[in-house]
């Protein structure tokens, strides 16, 4: 019988070493530390991983698997129900470091293997929710960011780099705001305001970066 440890990290603000500390921590010890680094919990199953695929060739009965919670297995409800449900057939013991949960095939009474089945259906949900609650906030957090930057920059130009030049150009030469207009693909309204106010449109377009 060997205990492992199977650590997952998708993003760089993770560590795979605090995972074990934090086991260790908890009084557990390890014969095998199996880790997949960079990798999604929601888009890669647990036997695409390059590691997870070796903890599947690896696990026998009797031996004890370590999570820090179900989410390291994935954020997927089908693909952490499949394997959590895998794992405790061949006879492995399942253990998380948080809430200290042990999932086992042990238990022969109908009643215990559906409250086993049921908290294992509820956890893999709640890891899927909280992924999808993660990337909902992650894209509010975006906008709201592209918002105030938008709000700080003002109005988007009405008019290109090559428009305001050729506007610019054909200023100096006294023409007629009528004929620059046509000339520049530009209403003279606009014309108006960029011979007005030269600086701010030149401003207004590095705000923007046109």
Do not use: C
Request: charged share 25%; no cysteine.
């Amino acid at each position: 019988m060997s205990t492992f440890l199977y650590a997952r990290v998708s993003t760089s603000e993770q560590t795979l070493a605090h995972q074990q500390i934090q086991a260790e921590k908890a009084g557990f010890a390890f014969d095998h530390v199996i880790a997949d680094e960079g990798v999604s919990g929601v888009s890669v199953s647990m036997r695409e991983r390059p590691q997870g695929k070796r903890l599947f060739d690896m696990l026998r009965a009797g031996d004890v698997l370590v999570v820090r919670w179900v989410d390291r297995l994935g954020r997927n409800y089908s693909d952490v129900t499949e394997t959590i449900r895998e794992f405790i057939k061949r006879g492995v013991v399942i253990q998380t470091i948080i809430n200290g949960i042990t999932f086992d095939g042990s238990t022969k009474d109908p009643m215990q293997m559906a409250v086993r089945d049921a908290l294992i259906g509820f956890l893999a949900a709640t890891a899927q929710a909280q992924a999808e609650a993660t990337r909902e906030a992650q894209k509010a957090g975006i906008a709201h960011a592209k918002a105030k930057e938008d709000a700080y920059r003002g109005r988007k130009p009405s008019f290109t780099r090559q428009q305001l030049e050729t506007v610019r150009n054909l200023l100096t030469t006294e023409t007629r705001i009528a004929e620059v207009a046509r000339v520049s693909g530009l209403s003279r309204q606009t014309v108006y305001r960029i011979q007005a106010d030269p600086e701010g449109t030149e401003k207004s377009l590095a705000l923007w970066d046109a």
